[in-house]
């Protein structure tokens, strides 16, 4: 399966490749080519290409969606990085600090208006229900960072919020991506759902997993530090469970340490781990992750295509959680 996103997003690096920016103004468009070409994954317009050929629809038509949903992604980056003071973004310097905040902003702001202009690609019969979908997604990822950020000062925080907030945060783009090649692709309507449903319980799935891997991760293999959830003091799912598993007084002790940020940082994520095991809340988060994964992977079985394309969705699936911890 890593073969044929590979396939796809090499797709869509080429597409990416030819695509040309205006020249001027110089500092409007020369950040949105910044971060275009800052690298990543490219997972969301990948999906769109394939879940695009799984009904028969060549790459050609589904590119303007799939340069749509990931011309969006990068936006919402942009801003996120704002938000959060961030200095680097894929190991590079952000644009608001290789530029200045408010050239950031501009260009965020001409990037979701161009992910837009993507979609008039389309016929009207198809316009309609992408621009739909797509505004919706748009909509949601602005509650979920909304609730991302409400979540940072509130002290209380229920599980059923967490999870809601990381589906409008994360999951949803995924949902949408294999939606919107399914729309280009003409797919029945009921494949269509499962398949947005497929890429929302993956995308809890992804998103519990890197919860569970900030904590329990291998640095050699994570690709980020372990343990910065618990510095920063983020209310991920672990802590969440973890304060309703856990002894009162671990409980209190859990709280507390959620409320410091020590000038070394090491013992507090010693600890914080050592509660999460003591509670069995590791054990759960692993379950939850399983949970999520084969209620995506029955969606498969729904759907009106060969077997050897849910085998390629199933394998996209395998592949995407095959993290080492």
Known sequence: ?????????????????????????????????????????????ALVLLSADLYGAGPEKALPAAMAVETFHNFTLLHDDIMD????????????????T??????GDAMLIEAYRELEAYPPESFKPLMQLFSLTALEVCEGQRYDMDFETRQQVT????LKMIRLKTAVLLGCALKMGALVGGAPRGDQEALYEFGIRLGLAFQLQDDYLDVFGDPETFG???GGDIIENKKTYLY?????????????????????KPADPGQKVDR???????CGVDTESGEKIREYTEDAFALLQTL??????????????????????
């Open 304 to 325: 009106q295509v060969p077997d050897s394309g849910k085998s390629e969705l199933r394998g996209f699936g395998e592949w995407l959680l095959r993290r080492e911890a």
């Open 224 to 226: 980020k530090q372990v």
């Open 272 to 278: 914080v781990r050592q509660i999460f095991r003591a």
């Open 102 to 107: 408010n050239t950031a902003i501009l260009s």
């Open 159 to 162: 599980v059923e919020e967490y």
């Open 1 to 45: 399966m890593k073969d044929s996103i590979l396939h796809y997003r090499k797709h869509f690096l080429d597409h990416l490749g030819r695509k040309t920016w205006p020249e001027s103004p110089r500092d409007l468009y020369e950040p949105i080519q910044y971060i275009m070409d800052l690298g990543g994954k490219r997972i969301r317009p």
């Open 240 to 260: 969440l469970r973890a304060l309703q598993l856990a002894s009162p007084e671990e409980a209190r002790e859990l709280s507390d340490l959620y409320s410091i």
């Open 85 to 100: 003071d961030a200095p680097l973004r894929r190991g590079k310097t952000t644009v608001h600090e290789q530029w200045d």
